[in-house]
């Protein structure tokens, strides 16, 4: 179980024995001021998440000797923990979990000295240097702040659905298709998303179900003329989902007709879902900007619009939500955010950038 005497509580899953790990470098630990067991708690870089974006950049600053704290949100290690295979992650030639990849990202971060909080930021104060941060009833303080919270991905709410997530259920064709190479596959949802997704598993698949509750498709004109011309895809619509088959992994789908309620089963092995993604945002309203999307915008790089305060990886991406594109955004989130140190004189200089 994780230490509860102090919000600096680590996950409660072991990597390993304890002499695996390398130590941590001299003094780490010391560069995170703590001045009472109730916070507030100071660092010179505090990053929200604790993802592939959250976790990298936390590297990157714990390297550079800013003695990062992490809050990792109420899902510690991001959507990867929630993958089963993950093959398209650079390093790995035969694949890993991604709860797995998720915890050696935490403990490499770990490694150099940041501290990981397993709780979600409710609220912040970005009006002024120290930024502001409430979490698990704490405050929490940095001289810069990185936003790394992804986004999380809309689910139907089926019970079977959360049953069944990577056992045959995804919400990320990218990621997953190729695990269903010739076998019959179903995606549900009406925006370009679905059809791109439902395009994209076509390169796999033997049959492409895509299933919409409406009539009309919300997708642009282009889009649905390549989905209704291709041969691989076969189109349902008016249909609602009402369970995912299967004990082990994705037998079928029981569909509901919207006009009728009359409801039938429809065999295949992969069910995806398309309906969207929810960028994290809340704790950020009237700080922060946002797309129409509801994603947050950045204004250079990984800048925001307010000075010290730097965005990466799904919370403002909604093009390519991949690990590795994450990874990289948080890599120049905390090089921006240590060179904003050094330029306003919080940080002295290093003669190199932690690499």
Not at 46 to 52: E, F, H, V
Request: with cysteine; glycine share 12%; hydrophobic share 40%.
């Amino acid at each position: 179980m994780p230490d509860t005497s102090s919000p600096f509580g680590g996950f409660a899953i072991d990597f390993g024995a304890a002499g695996d790990a390398a130590p941590l470098a001299a003094g780490a630990m010391a560069t995170v001021p703590v001045t009472s067991a109730g916070g507030p708690f100071e660092t010179s870089v505090l990053i929200l998440g604790s993802g592939p974006a959250g976790l990298t950049a936390a590297i990157y600053a714990a390297r550079a000797g800013l003695g990062p704290i992490v809050l990792a949100g109420y899902q510690p290690g991001g959507q990867l923990t929630i993958t089963t295979d993950v093959e398209n992650y650079p390093g790995f030639p035969d694949g890993i979990q991604g709860p797995e990849l998720m915890l050696r990202f935490r403990q490499q971060a770990e490694r150099f000295g940041t501290r990981v909080v397993d709780v979600e930021a409710d609220r912040v104060d970005f009006s002024g240097r120290p930024f502001r941060a409430w979490a698990g009833g704490a405050e929490y303080r940095g001289q810069a702040v990185i936003v790394a919270t992804g986004a999380s991905a809309l689910w139907l709410g089926l019970p079977s659905e959360e049953r069944l997530r990577g056992h045959g259920v995804s919400a990320c064709a990218t990621c997953d298709g190729f695990f269903f190479r010739d076998k019959e596959v179903a995606v549900v949802g009406g925006g370009d998303t679905a059809l791109e997704e439902a395009l994209y598993l076509t390169r796999f698949a033997s049959k492409v179900h895509l299933l919409h509750r409406r009539a009309e498709f919300r997708a642009s004109r282009i889009m649905q003329a390549r989905a209704e011309s291709h041969p691989g895809i076969e189109i349902h619509r008016g249909v609602t989902v009402d369970e995912v088959l299967g004990e082990e992994s994705v037998t079928g789908v029981r569909l509901r007709d919207v006009a009728t309620g009359a409801t039938s089963d429809l065999a295949v092995e992969g069910f995806f879902l398309a309906i969207g993604h929810r960028p994290n945002t809340a704790p950020f309203d009237g700080w922060l900007a946002r797309d129409e999307k509801g994603y947050l915008v950045v204004d250079h790089e990984t800048h925001s619009a307010i000075e010290g305060v730097f965005i990466a990886g799904d919370v403002h991406d909604h093009r390519y939500r991949q690990a590795i594109t994450a990874a990289g955004d948080g890599c120049r989130a905390a090089i921006d955010a240590e060179r904003w140190l050094e330029e306003h004189g919080v940080v002295e200089a290093a003669t190199t950038t932690a690499r």
